[in-house]
């Protein structure tokens, strides 16, 4: 059940990027989708779409790699000192 959920949490992100890389191949295109009056507001909604989706998949590696200690030394977090 866990693993189905952890899908579930990467899938959402996922299709938001894909739909960010569709949108921003029409605006290529200079093909019109919906409800979206403007090519430039079509571009800049995929571009956003394809940066928070990405992001947060990368985010997600990133957390897990460091839990699991295998990042680089650059993206290990610092432990906070004592006094």
């Given at each position: 059940?866990?693993?189905?959920?952890?899908?579930?949490?990467?899938?959402?992100?996922?299709?938001?990027?894909?739909?960010?890389i569709?949108?921003?191949?029409?605006t290529?295109?200079?093909?019109?989708?919906?409800?979206?009056?403007?090519?430039?507001?079509?571009?800049?909604?995929?571009?956003?779409?394809?940066?928070?989706?990405?992001?947060?998949?990368?985010?997600?590696?990133l957390?897990?790699?460091?839990?699991?200690?295998?990042?680089?030394?650059?993206?290990?977090k610092?432990?906070?000192?004592?006094?």
């Open positions: 059940m866990v693993r189905m959920l952890a899908f579930l949490v990467l899938l959402i992100p996922g299709l938001m990027a894909a739909g960010g569709k949108l921003i191949r029409d290529i295109f200079g093909k019109l989708i919906g409800p979206i009056p403007f090519l430039w507001l079509q571009l800049l909604i995929g571009i956003v779409l394809l940066v928070i989706g990405f992001g947060f998949f990368a985010g997600f590696l957390h897990r790699d460091r839990k699991n200690g295998k990042v680089q030394a650059k993206f290990a610092e432990k906070p000192k004592k006094l």
